[in-house]
């Protein structure tokens, strides 16, 4: 019997990253050039020796499944053990979709009872972070609690966007507050949890009788803390809860940072994704790279400073790429300027074109809340015509059946959605 198998919530929408999850799924959003959100997820999994994995998704849910297959670059293309996917099953009415963390776990409480384990770990698919779960398990098994959560400090001026938790001088949880606007304590939820598997079953068979759309952090957590079911196990590492644009774009610049929090670079335990195919980089006479990702399979001619190139992506001859990330198989045209901006898979950007530069104090008109500090967005598949201007704060994605973008300028803030678009 397994000591512990592992369930991983990956259905979300991840609506605050705008058009990056309007055709994909959270997890599936790239990041750092060549990996997706999920591999580090799925990578932390086999670096702790565990190798039965229930994926459950949701949303864009074929993002993931192509990106991942069967498992293969895991080892977890096995008979016995593996991953499998999860997907809701739908009736005859919305609600038989996945109403909330807890509730996805709880429509496959068949599977949860069929599989021979003492303790489930719940992961979520959509952080970035490098982590060794034998320690929380060990920490989990010494605590004597039917339940643990992971938390992990972070900033004061934070403490309102995750779940936070209060805990005594033996590690159990006393207080537990879902996005609170004041708080005296600064130690968030990971959303990793570890149960036994009994206690995991009958806690959602007895709040799911009275609870709809049954969430951890909003109905599990409250009533474990009440119970002093609960302990916490402190993580000490750089964890990320990419939720918005902003924190996903400072989050993939700060790894061109001279000493970056999160090492990527590690020889013996590199984060494992889906094998490239590309050619080698090709960089040309004319090229001037500075402080700069950039992937197999691109080509540069021009200048990129700054930046992230995903697989795939050309710079031509008098380009500018500045403070960009820039997803596979993009091209960036003869003259253009990209600054400050971010372009999904295969877009196209004419020649002489301009992206991102203006006054980053004027808010999406659109989207105010997610796109205010001075970040321009091209969506997947998008032409963007040879001399339009594109200000900053701007949100653009082209017909995804030819990319077609109407061309002239588009102010500061301002946005341009085809009509197959929708947010």
Not at 116 to 136: A, K, P, V
Not at 211 to 228: C, E, N, Q, S, T
């Amino acid at each position: 019997m397994s000591r512990t198998v592992v369930f991983i919530l990956a259905g979300g929408v991840g609506k605050r990253l705008s058009l990056l999850t309007r055709f994909r799924a959270k997890p599936a959003v790239p990041f750092a050039g060549r990996y997706r959100i999920i591999d580090f997820t799925l990578t932390n999994c086999i670096r702790s020796d565990i190798d039965q994995i229930y994926l459950l998704t949701q949303y864009r849910s074929p993002s993931i499944v192509r990106h991942i297959g069967i498992g293969k670059p895991w080892d977890l293309d096995r008979i016995d053990g593996g991953i499998r996917s999860l997907h809701p099953h739908l009736g005859f009415q919305a609600a038989d979709w996945y109403q909330g963390t807890a509730d996805a776990i709880y429509q496959n409480i068949s599977v949860l009872r069929e599989v021979e384990c003492r303790n489930i770990l719940i992961l979520s698919g959509d952080h970035i972070y490098r982590m060794d779960y034998r320690l929380f398990e060990d920490f989990h098994e010494r605590s004597g609690a039917p339940a643990s959560l992971s938390v992990v400090e972070v900033p004061r001026s934070l403490c309102g966007e995750f779940g936070i938790a209060t805990i005594d001088s033996k590690g159990v949880i006393r207080k537990f507050e879902e996005k609170p606007m004041a708080t005296k304590s600064n130690l968030a939820s990971m959303g990793i949890y570890i149960f036994r598997k009994d206690f995991l079953i009958s806690t959602l068979e007895r709040l799911k009788k009275s609870i709809a759309g049954l969430d951890f952090g909003r109905h599990v957590m409250p009533y474990l803390v009440k119970r002093k079911k609960i302990s916490a196990y402190r993580y000490n590492g750089f964890w990320l809860d990419i939720g918005t644009l902003k924190s996903y774009y400072s989050a993939s610049l700060a790894l061109l940072a001279k000493r970056p929090r999160l090492n990527l670079y590690g020889e013996t335990t590199p984060v494992i994704t889906v094998p490239d195919d590309n050619p080698p980089l090709v960089v040309s006479k004319d090229a001037d790279i500075d402080r700069s990702l950039i992937c197999n399979g691109c080509m540069i001619q021009g200048t990129v400073s700054s930046s992230i190139l995903s697989p795939g992506v050309i710079v031509e001859r008098g380009a500018r790429v500045e403070n960009s990330i820039i997803f596979h198989g993009t091209h960036v045209g003869r003259g253009a300027t990209v600054k400050n901006v971010i372009l999904d898979e295969g877009v196209l950007v004419g020649r002489n074109a301009t992206i991102g530069e203006g006054d980053p104090s004027v808010a999406n008109r659109l989207q105010p809340e997610y796109l205010d500090f001075g970040l321009t967005v091209i969506g997947g598949k998008t032409s963007i015509p040879s001399g339009m201007r594109i200000g900053t704060n701007c949100l653009v994605c082209g017909s995804q059946d030819n990319g077609y973008v109407p061309g002239g300028k588009i102010e500061d803030g301002g946005y341009i959605l085809a009509d197959d678009i929708q947010l």
